[in-house]
């Protein structure tokens, strides 16, 4: 059964940082794109950030760039989403994504990924 499965979330200040992982069991995604979109409370799921299957290529939302930044370790099947400066408006649940299958480039639609995690909660407040 494949899984991903988000952690790191948490309740933090405006101008904190966290670092979600995201851990996938089941099948390696060392050649998947993988991503992270975002849902805050009332709003659609929307893209935050990708990377191809080595890294090589990253992809990131307006409302993100130059604060987050996503990154994966292949060995560990495991990615990463670095986020710094956090604002009350990136409260939402955060979700990671892999393709399934191998792809050479990045991709920003959630239509893109197979594979889903089943969210963590970041909350931040004013």
Known sequence: QVQLVESGGGLVQAGGSLRLSCAASGRTFST???AWFR???GKEREFVSSTS???AITYYADSVKGRFSISRDNAKNTMYLQMNSLKPED???YYCAARGGYSSGTYSYAGAYEYWGQGTQVTVSS
Request: no cysteine.
């Open 91 to 93: 409260t939402a649940v």
């Open 39 to 41: 849902q805050g409370p």
């Open 53 to 55: 299957w080595n890294g």
């Open 32 to 34: 998947d794109a993988v």
